[in-house]
């Protein structure tokens, strides 16, 4: 990706950290059709994304994982609580979703497939983790500086992406 790009990959991602805050319909999700016939005829996006772990860090590499397969459930599921801190919404986090994958390239959108954190890098409290941008390890160099430092905060017995 040109460096001419990026202040357009800066707005998809704010676009999606505002959009994320849930509520809209699904109307772009991709679904199969043994999802919809089991909601009754309704179209939902269904998660794709194998969980990595249930700690604050196996989380957000799961949100990591999500983007970079373009998993929109997994995604918003994970992170609509920091788009509802970010509310400037742009639409539903669905659609929001959509906007971001445009952003990437195919490499780089591989690399969020494989994106691994660094724990050594990370802030931890029992209901609260910090993790800076630098310890998001991926294989392509630019994404690191696409991707924003994040929090994840324990609600409910899971951890969510609050920032």
């Given at each position: 990706m040109s460096f001419r790009a990026f202040p357009l990959v800066a707005a998809g991602v704010a676009l999606?950290?505002?959009?994320?805050?849930?509520g809209g319909d699904s109307s772009g999700a991709a679904t199969s059709s043994a999802a919809t016939a089991k909601s009754g005829g309704t179209s939902k996006a269904q998660?794709?994304?194998e969980p990595v772990g249930d700690d604050a860090v196996g989380r957000y590499e799961t949100y990591l994982h999500a983007i970079g397969n373009r998993d929109v459930a997994t995604a918003c599921?994970?992170?609509?609580?920091?788009?509802?801190?970010?509310?400037?919404?742009?639409?539903?986090?669905?659609?929001?979703?959509?906007?971001?994958?445009?952003?990437y390239d195919p490499d780089e959108m591989?690399?969020?497939?494989?994106a691994k954190v660094d724990k050594a890098g990370i802030t931890e409290s029992p209901t609260r983790v910090e993790i800076p941008?630098?310890?998001?390890?991926v294989d392509v160099e630019l994404i690191e500086t696409e991707l924003n430092d994040?929090?994840?905060e324990l609600r409910d017995g899971?951890?969510?992406?609050?920032?």
């Open positions: 999606l950290i505002a959009g994320c805050s849930g998660p794709t994304t599921e994970i992170g609509r609580p920091a788009a509802e801190e970010s509310r400037g919404s742009s639409g539903p986090c669905e659609q929001s979703m959509k906007i971001q994958f445009g952003m591989k690399a969020m497939r494989g941008t630098g310890a998001v390890k994040a929090v994840m899971k951890w969510y992406r609050v920032k």
